[in-house]
């Protein structure tokens, strides 16, 4: 389901549809706003977020700014989207009135939030739980977790302050290059950062951490799949990211495979799950 808070290009969302074989998975809320070629043209030609703030240009900015100027066009008046056009707000207040389970998955990382981050090399608009929530129609009663997401180390990909950057040849030597989904520019990376995670878990009010990439930063971590079988290093690093933060680390991300997973959720919340809220830490 795509939630009333996220822009929508027709032309993307059609061509995904067909590659993942999901006519009869997907549905878009009728309140979603449509994102348009001249969202891209303004941002391309816009020096301000081209250049000096590192925009991905994709166009979801001047929607989003269109859309609080109260002029953008919404899915409903899409009519290539009318199959898949529905009330996804109520047909997720149904799913929880009936007692099924629902995830909410949040996007980018916290310190990218219009308000909370490292302004003005942010995205527009806010990214933390509170506003996956808005954007999906959930009340903050709703939730019963939130699951914040963060990486083994640092990355950044664009303009903006990044404390403890390292160099590009450390970050290959590191194996810690990566490179932005949407651009392909490399990532710039830096050690973990405490503060700032404690900073995200205090803006997300999260109740777990997933902790992903642990393999890179221990590779004798490579696809462990047991707690106790993890390197003495990596259990130390999971364990000081609890302390600090004072918020369990439930799972554990070993490798690239879908099944290297350490999952230590299941003698605290199997019993108490419902909505989970996923979300980005950096």
């Given amino acids: ?56 240009k994709s166009g979801v900015g001047a929607c989003n700014a269109e859309r609080a100027l109260r002029m953008v066009k919404l899915a409903r008046q899409e009519t290539r989207l009318r199959p898949y056009i529905t009330d996804t707000v109520g047909e997720i207040h149904k799913a929880l009135s009936n007692g099924k389970n629902l995830m909410v998955e949040g996007t980018q ?38 699951m914040i997401i963060f990486k083994a180390y640092v990355t950044r990909v664009g303009e903006g302050p990044l404390e403890g950057q390292l160099d590009r040849e450390e970050v290959l030597r590191r194996g810690w290059m990566e490179h932005g989904t949407v651009t392909g520019r490399e990532r710039r990376a830096a050690p973990f950062d405490f503060k700032l995670a404690k900073r995200a878990v205090q803006l997300n009010g999260a109740t777990q951490i997933a902790l992903t990439k642990l393999d890179v930063l221990y590779p004798k971590a490579k696809g462990v799949r047991a707690y106790l079988n993890l390197p003495k290093e ?7 990211i609890e302390r600090e933060t004072n918020v369990p680390v439930t ?32």
């Fill in 1 to 56: 389901m795509i939630g009333p808070g996220v822009p929508v290009e027709t032309a993307i969302l059609l061509n995904e549809i067909k590659e993942t074989d999901s006519e009869n998975r997907i549905s878009v809320d009728y309140q979603c706003a449509m994102l348009e070629e001249r969202h891209k043209t303004q941002e391309c030609e816009s020096d301000h977020l081209s250049n000096k703030i590192g925009s991905t």
């Fill in 109 to 146: 990382g916290t310190f990218l939030s219009l308000y909370h981050g490292t302004y003005t090399y942010v995205t527009s608009k806010d990214v933390t739980a509170s506003q996956a929530c808005a954007d999906v129609g959930l009340g903050p009663t709703d939730v019963d977790d939130v």
């Fill in 234 to 240: 990596a259990r130390d690093f999971a364990v000081s």
């Fill in 251 to 282: 799972l554990i991300g070993t490798g690239p495979d879908e099944k290297d997973i350490i999952d230590k959720r299941h003698s605290r919340h199997a019993s108490r799950l419902r909505p989970t809220l996923v979300s980005q830490g950096r």
